[in-house]
Structure formats: C-alpha cells, structure tokens
C-alpha cells in the first residue's frame, strides 16, 4: 500500500489531498508521499491509477462517468482508463490464440494487429472469421490473474485492518465490500461467464430494440478468449464524433435510462460496467430508421432477488414523487436502518436531502452537496452498508452520468418516474398480490404428498408384538469402583476358573 501511494503520488494524483480543508494529517502524509518524486502540479489521476493496478483503473472507469463530481478536467483525464490504456504488443498475444485453435489462421481470414480498445484486464482487437463475419476479439492480458490475485491480497489486509478500527470504519463493512468486489473481478477473469452473461442480457432486453446486444460466437470462445459480433457504431467516449453526429439525442438518452430500468427492475439483472467507452450510437441502417445504442463487455453483471427488486422501485419512486415517509418505512422494513430509530424521525432526514433537489435537472444540483447529506443520514442513524446494493448503487450513477454526456438536458428521474410507477402497480397491485399467493399456495399444496409420506416413514403401523413393560433404570456407576477393564480381567478370570473346575 505504500508503494501504492507512492506511485500515485509520483503522478501527481495525490494533490488534491493537500487542501486546506482537509485534516493536518492527510495534508502531511500525502505531502510526504509526493517528497523528492518529481510530480506534476497538473494531477495525471489515469497514470496514477493505471500504476497502482486493474482494481484501481475500474475506480477510476466509475468516476470518469461523473464530471459533475470531479470536475470536467479530472472526468476527462480518467476517461482514458476505459479503453485507452497501452496495449500489449500483437506478438505476445499471439501465442494464446494459437494455444486456443492450433493455428489461429485456420478460424479467422485476419486480425488486425493493433488493438481497437485496450482496458485493465483485456484488449480487443478487429477480426474477420473464415466465413467472412467481422467480429471482435477480447483476449485476457498475459499474466492478469497473479496482479489481481495480488493486489485483491492486500485489499483483504487492509480492509481487515480498517474494520477492526469499530465505530464509523465497522458501519462501513469493508471486509465485506471486498468481499462483493473480489467476486465482480474473479467473474471478469474468466470470458466463458462473459459470454453467457451477454447471452442472458440478450434474452432480457428482447424487448428493447433500440438497445442492442451483439451476439456471441460460442465455437470461437474460451476461458481467455471472446468471440462477439463487431458493432459498427460510435463510441460515446468519443467527444468530437458525438459532436458531429445528428441524431435525436433525448431519445438517445430515454433508451438508455429504459434500457437499464428494464434491466435492473423489471429482471434483476443488469450491465453493471455502463460507462462511456462500453456504450456506442450505431447510426441509422440496416433496417433501422433511427439511431440505436449498442452495448459491449459483460464482465461484470449485477442481479438483485425480486423482493430487493420491490423495495428498490419503492424508494425511487418514493423519493421522486416526496413520499418521504413510504420510503423511510422502507428502509426498516428491509432492515436498511436498525430498528431502535425513529421512522418519522428518518423521513424527516430524508426529505432535507430530498427536497431542495426534486423537479431540478441533475446540472443544477449540488452534488457534493447531496452526497454530503446523504452520507450524513447514513452516520446519523446507524446504516450499515449494503454489499448486495453496491453494484447497483455504482452503476446508476454511470447510467447518469452517460445519459448527461449524450444529452446534457436529461432529467434522469423524469424518465424513471414513469417505468417505475408502471412497474411498482403491476408488481404490487392487487391482481399481483392475488397471483403471488395462488402461486405460493399452489407450491405449497405440490408438498402436501412429500409430507405426508414423511411423516408415514416417520410414525409405522404397529406391529403384533404387544409392546415391552418398561425396564428399570440401569444402576449408577458407584464413584470410586471399579473400572471396566478390571471388570472385564475379573471376568475373564472367573470364565477360566469355570473351565479348569469342569
């Protein structure tokens, strides 16, 4: 971790923990860190975290979707983590592709040599098959598995360290978050679950046509390689090309917003890695009248179990139309805050935060402000953090982040409204409620035969035999008698004296 440190500080990263707002000793040790190692006065915060590693990188991928947290200059900077990082040369990727195919040459006319799209654990490079389908190839960096078993090590450590702390680090649970973001990694390092991931993606958003999904070459695809149909379109990351495209970019922004709202609240299961370098417009054609968006790398998915589904939709639509005291109740229904606090008192908290904001566009929010507030509420009333709602909470704030850059206009919540109050009434309806315990009866009458059959095994016919009269109890081991093995020698020796008499 102090090496760590040092290479971020060495990339000027640390700077922005030298302000004076902060407390004398973060000053002091992220002056001591940047000591004698040359660092810019401009914060290269893509170097620094590309130095520290692949778990940093996707850090900085999640704060790269939000200028309006960090600022336009520091969103830039870190946006080049998402696909611009160096590639490794041709020639050492070469050989895995042949370790795959005997030679590659025998499944693909070509591919081309330099990478389109270079991240922290892959690269993609452009392909032609042997039956002529342009197709893109995610091939693992050589050697990714021991730098992230690595560094997930150290990650374990210090979060083992900073929880025994107690107080406010044991309400943060960072063991456990470590925990959650151990597995979102180990799924990414293996491109088989990739695959399936898109697969099943596919299958949800069928209904989401100006959502696309490419499809999976699965005779092609192995543990470290990834075989998808190529996506002719242009990435959001691309300022100048979104720039110059004329295209309808408030329904751009509404597919986007549904397209994820259907994911995550109508299936569970949702893209959970939605910034702006897996994201492309594909521009009218082919059958289409309209632009579409196109989404690419499936490493790390989310799912969230139907009931978590209904408290969620609950709290969104709760904050969006101020029925602050729905949403506190909520939150101690699913055992969000402890049950010792107030709700009324909680609702009270919530609508401080909430109401200065509702019916504003996300620009004209404060949002240092409103994290401010939030974090406040969570410290005031004991709330332990959620490692099931983590990738959740990370990638609805991509998804708002990119429907920003694809339209700077865009209310995120006015889009959300609708689909979720739609979705709430026919979840929670009373035709729901009805169809929810015909199927929960329904179950339970298909056990009724098992059980009964249990409890026949369980409780016999009796028998003919007329039953036992009970036995006195065994005499108690007097204290201080003999042992057994005496016993036994004693009667070993009285069988002996029998047969020597007869």
Same mark, same amino acid.
């Not at 990435?235 to 090309?241: E, F, G, H, N, P």
């Not at 007329?466 to 009269?469: E, F, N, S, T």
């Not at 020698?489 to 047969?499: E, I, K, Q, S, T």
């Given at each position: 971790m102090l090496v760590w440190g040092r290479r971020m500080a060495r990339h000027g990263a640390l700077r922005p923990?030298?302000?004076r707002r902060l407390p004398a000793a973060v000053r002091l040790v992220a002056k001591i860190a940047r000591f004698g190692s040359g660092a810019p006065k401009t914060p290269d915060f893509a170097a620094g975290l590309a130095a520290v590693g692949p778990a940093a990188i996707k850090l900085g991928q999640a704060l790269a979707t939000r200028p309006d947290l960090i600022g336009i200059e520091a969103a830039t900077d870190l946006a080049r983590l998402q696909d611009q990082l160096p590639p490794i040369p041709f020639s050492q990727i070469e050989p895995a592709l042949n370790a795959a195919y005997g030679d590659w040459k025998t499944r693909f006319q070509s591919i081309e040599p330099i990478a389109v799209a270079a991240a922290s654990i892959a690269q993609v490079h452009k392909a032609v098959t042997s039956e002529g389908r342009t197709v893109a190839i995610k091939l693992l960096r050589p050697g990714i598995e021991a730098d992230v078993t690595s560094a997930l090590a150290t990650y374990e450590w210090g979060a083992g360290h900073i929880e025994a702390l107690g107080g406010e680090f044991a309400r943060l649970r960072p063991r456990a978050i470590i925990a959650t973001f151990k597995s979102w990694i180990e799924a990414e390092l293996d491109l088989r679950r990739e695959a399936?991931?898109?697969?099943? &993606?596919?299958?949800?958003?069928?209904?989401?046509?100006?959502?696309?999904?490419?499809? $999976?070459?699965?005779?092609?695809?192995?543990?470290? $390689?990834? !075989? $998808?149909?190529w996506i002719d379109g242009v990435?959001?990351?691309?300022? +100048?090309?979104?720039?110059? &495209?004329? !295209?309808?970019r408030a329904a751009l922004a509404r597919v986007l917003v549904d397209g994820f709202l259907a994911q995550a609240i109508a299936k569970g299961f949702f893209h959970a890695d939605l910034h702006q370098g897996n994201l492309f417009i594909i521009p009218p054609g082919n059958g289409a009248d309209h632009a579409r968006i196109g989404v690419i790398d499936f490493g790390i998915m989310g799912r969230i179990n139907r009931r978590a589904r209904l408290y969620l939709a609950e709290i969104l639509h709760g904050?969006?139309?101020?029925?602050?005291?729905?949403?506190?109740? $909520? #939150?101690?229904? /699913?055992?969000?805050?402890?049950? #010792?606090?107030? %709700?009324a008192a909680f609702a009270t908290a919530l609508r401080a935060v909430g109401e200065p904001i509702r019916g504003r566009q996300a620009k004209d929010i404060a949002i240092t402000d409103l994290l401010e507030g939030l974090f406040s509420i969570t410290r005031s009333f004991d709330m %332990?953090?959620? %490692?099931? &709602?983590?990738?959740?909470?990370?990638?609805? !704030?991509?998804?708002?982040?990119?429907a920003l850059t694809i339209d700077p206009h865009v209310n995120m919540w006015e889009f959300a409204e609708p689909y979720v109050r739609d979705w709430v009434r026919d979840e929670m309806g009373p035709e729901a409620v009805i169809a929810d315990n015909l199927v929960l009866n329904f179950r339970a009458l298909r056990q009724l035969p098992r059980m009964f059959r249990q409890w026949v095994a369980e409780n016999p016919m009796p028998g003919a035999a007329? %039953?036992?009269?009970p036995l006195p109890p065994l005499p108690q081991k007097a204290v201080g008698g003999w042992s057994t093995p005496w016993l036994?020698? /004693? +009667?070993?020796?009285?069988?002996?004296?029998?047969? &020597?008499? /007869?």
């Open positions: 923990f030298e302000d399936a991931n898109a697969s099943e &993606l596919a299958e949800i958003l069928a209904g989401e046509a100006d959502f696309v999904v490419p499809g $999976i070459d699965w005779q092609r695809s192995t543990r470290r $390689i990834l !075989v $998808i149909d990435k959001v990351s691309d300022r +100048a090309a979104m720039a110059a &495209l004329d !295209v309808d904050l969006v139309t101020g029925n602050y005291a729905r949403v506190a109740e $909520i #939150h101690f229904e /699913a055992g969000y805050v402890p049950p #010792h606090h107030n %709700p %332990p953090v959620q %490692p099931h &709602l983590l990738l959740l909470q990370k990638t609805m !704030v991509m998804v708002e982040g990119v007329p %039953p036992q009269a036994l020698l /004693a +009667a070993g020796l009285g069988a002996a004296a029998a047969v &020597l008499l /007869a």
